[in-house]
Nanobody, 127 residues
Framework: QVQLVESGGGLVQAGGSLRLSCAASGRTLDRNGMAWFRQSPGTEREFVAGITWNGFTTYYAGSVKGRFTISRDNAKNTMDLQMNSLKLEDTAVYYC????????????????????WGQGTQVTVSS
């Protein structure tokens, strides 16, 4: 069974930066696409960024493009999200997700495409 654990969340001022990490255990995910989603109170969980199994393709939500960078280290079985120029509206619980399918060459933005989920880490951006 795959377990995903997020870390790196916290409180940061607007304009600041945070780096989230997702550590996978149970089995290696070097053949699986992964993604970050986020959810604010009263809203649907939304796609933030995704990366293919080999790291060759990334895809970002328009609201974070140019500010966030997704990366992965298959040797360490981890995925990161570097978040710069944070805005108040970035406040949310951030979730790590992994696709159960292997060797998929595209990034999917739909929540239903991902089978494995972490418990989430809170990111709060203050003014």
């Amino acid at each position: 069974q795959v377990q995903l654990v997020e870390s790196g969340g916290g409180l940061v001022q607007a304009g600041g930066s945070l780096r989230l990490s997702c550590a996978a255990s149970g089995r290696t995910l070097d053949r699986n696409g992964m993604a970050w989603f986020r959810q604010s109170p009263g809203t649907e969980r939304e796609f933030v960024a995704g990366i293919t199994w080999n790291g060759f393709t990334t895809y970002y939500a328009g609201s974070v493009k140019g500010r966030f960078t997704i990366s992965r280290d298959n040797a360490k079985n981890t995925m990161d999200l570097q978040m710069n120029s944070l805005k108040l509206e970035d406040t949310a619980v951030y979730y790590c997700a992994a696709d159960a399918r292997t060797f998929v060459g595209s990034v999917y933005a739909r929540r239903g495409e991902y089978e494995y989920w972490g418990q989430g880490t809170q990111v709060t951006v203050s003014s």
